[in-house]
């Protein structure tokens, strides 16, 4: 299996862009989640899927940021606009089954760079 | 204030040397998970724990999971040069569903 596939893996853009990234998860895996890493405040959920229904978004930062899953292979965050303070790494991983044991693989992750 | 606070923040070794990293909270947890994160890449699981006092080894890592399940360390023996990475604790509570809270990691060189 190739893994959780994100893209781009690399993302430059001026502030007041939309800016979308991309997630494949891996086939079979019912969970789906995003997450945003910086150096200041480390790995942070801001919102995962269960079978493409989205089920906590509390840690979606504000109205700029959107995400939408619309089949179980393909989901995507949207930042419009985009602003400096969102730089950082996106990654997107994925699970098979319940429960907060069950192992997260990651993708290698989106590192967006606001100027 | 981070709920989890991981120690050393950073750590430089040299090939060989024996360490030590903690995870630490004032909060119970149901489980608690730690993971290893290479530059470039996404965090990869090392392993669960889930019952108070449990260890767990994988080769040279040794896991410990408190007696409260308050804290965990990990133990690496004869560190290589292929263990540099970050090291993230992640934990969950059995009635949050599947959000976990990461720490902010220990950062690890082992120099040849």
């Known amino acids: 299996d190739a893994g959780v596939i994100q893209s781009p893996r690399h993302e430059v853009t001026e502030m007041g862009q939309e800016v979308t990234l991309r997630c494949k998860p891996i086939?079979?895996?019912?969970?789906l989640f995003w997450y945003r890493q910086t150096m200041m405040r480390g790995l942070e959920l801001l919102i995962y899927?269960?079978?493409?229904?989205?089920?906590?978004d509390s840690g979606m930062p504000e109205d700029r940021f959107s995400a939408k899953m619309p089949n179980a292979s393909f989901s995507t965050l949207k930042i419009q606009p985009s602003e400096p303070r969102d730089s950082a790494v996106y990654f997107c991983?994925?699970?098979?089954?319940?429960?907060?044991?069950?192992?997260?693989?990651f993708g290698q992750g989106t590192r967006l760079t606001v100027v | 204030t981070q709920l989890l606070e991981q120690s050393p923040q950073f750590l430089s070794i040299q090939e060989g040397e024996n360490l030590t990293v903690y995870c630490n909270s004032s909060?119970?947890?149901?489980?608690l998970q730690w993971y290893r994160q290479e530059p470039g890449e996404g965090p990869v699981l090392l392993v669960t724990?889930?019952?108070g006092g449990e260890v767990k080894k994988l080769k040279r890592l040794t896991f410990q999971f408190g007696d409260a399940r308050k804290d965990s360390s990990l133990h690496i023996t004869a560190a290589q040069p292929g263990d540099t990475g970050l090291y993230l604790c992640?934990?969950?509570?059995?009635?949050?569903?599947?959000?976990?809270?990461w720490g902010l990691g220990t950062s690890l060189a082992v120099n040849p």
């Open positions: 086939s079979g895996h019912n969970s």
């Open positions: 909060s119970v947890f149901s489980s």
């Open positions: 899927f269960n079978n493409n229904v989205p089920i906590d």
């Open positions: 991983a994925s699970s098979r089954g319940q429960g907060s044991n069950t192992e997260a693989f």
């Open positions: 992640a934990v969950s509570n059995a009635g949050n569903n599947r959000k976990l809270i």
């Open positions: 724990v889930v019952t």
